[in-house]
């Protein structure tokens, strides 16, 4: 706490002290009144709050009259100091007016001494002014004789003879620093432009030197002669000149051979030979260089101290091949046809890899990468150019194949059923095939593949309103029902394999290339992902439940032949039934192909529930249908009996009392039932071997059930 806050504190707690409690609880707390922030409107506002503007009259009424008793005590009980307040003051005016004198008399005292002290500042500054400036001549001087004697000491070292070149040179260049160090101090003084052409002399002396020299040296490859050139380059800061030497002088004229050699050749062999030759520029001729500077033993045995700020590879050999490239090879670049720009990168982006082995270190690689060259060959690579040829081709293909109209696959062979789908999943995978697939174009291929799936389930979305909402194939028109069931049911498998295979090529190839490139969390790609396949999958179920109810309606329409049992029986003297009818084959029929198709491709429990379904809705149409021909067989026959009674004869035709139930012999009623009982237990059997569970479908329990007791004689209407 500050020594304020305390005070304030202090303050506070005395003043509140003064004030008067009162008697009972009142809206406002009364230190609010203390406060040196204390605001009429801010307290009636605040209050307001709370109470209402009465209650808050009342309250401010019983205070100010306990303040004004509170005054009234104080100045009782301390009356006389008041009254004696005036008389203290009694002379104090005189003894102010004895302590002005002095006061004034020191007051001018100090400003005598203030400005005797100020005068001596100025001075003093002046002083130090002129001490500074005679320094900084002082400086000038020193670096005007450092200037002449450096320019002296090099051109005597010029006329020495006991020395060779290069030892002459290299001490040049180390009195030269000095000269330039002295020159930059030097820069508007008199004396620099007397001696400047000295200065101009020997620069042009120094740099057509060791420009001989250092190509002397390359030429006749002795290393102590380009370590000293190259010692000296460094010496003066010229290493740049010595870098664009060697350029000129070694790399320009082996690219010029080798870019004659082509003869503008582009095909990937003549290419792969030309990158391959000109890596071997660096090695056979640029290796001696690197090794003088880096320090290293030379393939001659021999080491010299290394020298700092040299890059051949990056700086000499690199900007001169691009520039080859472009000058001599410029349709190497060109994007007309996709297959052979993407051979010629692909290559292209080898050499790069091998150049970049040749780099001496981790940072030489980096200055490679960040050059202007470097820059300017990823420039003339027009890959968005090259991405939107494959993008119209890949949606072009994708585009003819998703037609409202069905396609199957012309190949039984396919993991996939439907055209449409087949072309989707080949474009998905043509988007990360090795011919295609370019790492700089990862985020669009990625972006593309995602626009195909969606684009697909576009498709899928369109033919779930087609097939499953809006239209329905009429029942009896049984061409257009198996199509439409082999459509849907191709589809369904194609979902669920479409699903499969390209969570498969996310693991394989898309998340190891995200990788590479340096993406290291890649679960928001994986979740797009996921995404988009559920949104393609969400219709299955529809499409299942859709050709769930065609296969009951292909099968159901067989079941209207069992209304024909009777009429195959009564009054035609035929042999009691052995065999099933036919109509039991064309109603498992639909089943068993749906079985067979969709077998190789889908689970087999899944098609056998789906199958189990199918069977529940026939047997459920199929009791109905039976109830209702033994209900009218059991209808004929007592008719037949109340015949028989009205007419009283015993010699009735013998049809009539077989009918009538009059002897042991089969009737015609009891061939009936046998008969829809050996074709409900067929039906089951059938079913059975198309892997149905009869057991869960309480529909053909109770049918089995009821064609038993009619064939018992047992059977009664409403059962």
């Not at 300017?376 to 003819?400: D, K, N």
């Not at 429990?605 to 809705?617: E, F, G, K, N």
């Amino acid at each position: 706490m500050t020594k304020s806050n305390r005070s304030d504190k202090s303050k506070s707690s005395s003043s509140s002290s003064l004030l008067p409690i009162p008697a009972t609880t009142l809206c406002f707390d009364k230190n609010e009144f203390m406060k040196e922030s204390f605001s009429v409107d801010h307290f009636v506002a605040d209050c307001r709050k709370r109470v209402q503007l009465e209650v808050l009259r009342q309250d401010l009424e019983v205070y100010f009259k306990l303040l004004k008793n509170a005054m009234i005590e104080l100045i009782n009980k301390d009356y006389a100091d008041f009254v004696n307040l005036s008389s203290n003051l009694v002379g104090m005016e005189k003894a102010i007016g004895q302590l002005r004198g002095p006061l004034q008399e020191i007051r001018h005292e100090v400003k005598d001494v203030n400005e005797v002290i100020n005068k001596e500042m100025k001075d003093f500054e002046l002083a130090l002014e002129k001490q500074k400036a005679l320094s900084t001549r002082r400086k000038l001087l020193g670096h005007m004789q450092g200037l002449l004697q450096a320019i002296e000491k090099i051109e005597h070292i010029q006329r020495s003879e006991d020395s060779t070149m290069g030892q002459i040179l290299e001490r040049i260049a180390g009195e030269f620093n000095q000269l330039q160090h002295h020159t930059m101090y030097c820069k508007g003084l008199p004396v620099l432009n007397l001696i400047r052409p000295r200065i101009s002399s020997i620069t042009g002396f120094l740099q057509s030197s060791l420009e001989g020299e250092l190509v002397k040296g390359m030429a006749e490859l002795e290393a102590t002669h380009i370590h000293r050139c190259l010692n000296s380059y460094a010496l003066i800061g010229k290493t740049k000149d010595a870098e664009v030497l060697v350029r000129m002088h070694i790399v320009k004229p082996h690219m010029q051979q080798l870019m004659e050699e082509q003869h503008g050749d582009l095909t990937i062999p003549s290419l792969k030979s030309m990158f391959y030759k000109i890596l071997n520029v660096v090695p056979n001729h640029l290796r001696l260089l690197c090794d003088i500077t880096s320090g290293r033993k030379n393939r001659s045995g021999e080491q010299f101290r290394g020298i700092p700020g040299y890059d051949f590879v990056v700086n000499s050999a690199w900007p001169e091949i691009v520039s080859s490239l472009e000058q001599h090879l410029p349709e190497l670049f060109a994007s007309r046809d996709p297959n052979i720009f993407h051979k010629r990168y692909c290559t292209c982006m080898e050499f790069v890899d091998k150049f970049e082995r040749q780099c001496g270190s981790q940072a030489s690689i980096t200055r490679l990468r960040q050059s202007e060259a470097f820059h300017a060959l990823m420039t003339h690579w027009s890959l968005p150019v090259y991405f939107q040829i494959r993008f119209q081709s890949i949606g072009g293909q994708l585009e003819s194949a998703l037609t409202p109209e069905i396609v199957k696959t012309e190949s039984e062979q396919d993991a996939f059923r439907l055209q449409a789908s087949l072309v989707a999943w080949q474009s998905v995978q043509m988007c990360w095939s090795e011919d295609i697939f370019l790492p700089g174009l990862l985020h669009r291929f990625w972006k593309l593949t995602l626009q195909i799936l969606s684009r697909y389930g576009t498709w899928v979305k369109m033919l779930h309103n087609n097939e499953v909402l809006n239209k329905s194939p009429s029942s009896t028109d049984m061409d257009k029902v198996s199509k439409s069931i082999a459509q849907i049911s191709g589809l369904v498998i194609d979902l669920g394999t479409i699903f499969d295979k390209v969570k498969q090529i996310y693991a394989d190839k898309i998340e190891p290339l995200a990788k590479k490139q340096g993406l290291k969390d890649t679960s928001i790609l994986e979740d797009a992902l996921l995404e988009l396949l559920n949104n393609l999958t969400k219709y299955k179920e529809d499409f299942v439940n859709h050709m769930i109810t065609l296969l009951s309606s292909l099968s159901v329409a067989y079941l209207k032949h069992t209304q024909d049992v009777p009429r195959l029986y009564r009054k035609t003297n035929r042999p009691a039934p052995t065999e099933p009818s036919q109509y039991v084959n064309g109603v498992i029929k639909p089943l068993k192909l749906f079985k067979e198709e969709l077998h190789p491709h889908i689970d087999s429990s899944m098609v056998s529930d789906w199958i189990t379904q199918i069977a529940s809705t026939v047997s459920e149409k199929y009791y109905s249908v039976v109830t209702d021909v033994l209900t009218s067989v059991r209808k004929m026959e007592e008719s037949l009996m109340r015949l028989q009674k009205m007419r009283s004869a015993k010699s009735s035709s013998g049809n009539l009392a077989s009918l009538a139930g009059g002897s042991d012999a089969l009737s015609d009623d009891d061939k009936i039932r046998l008969q829809l009982f050996l074709d409900v237990s067929n039906l089951g059997s059938q079913m059975k071997d198309c892997t149905v569970n009869l057991d869960s479908i309480s529909s053909y329990q109770s049918l089995l059930v009821m064609v038993t007791e009619a064939k018992e004689k047992r059977f009664k209407a409403g059962v």
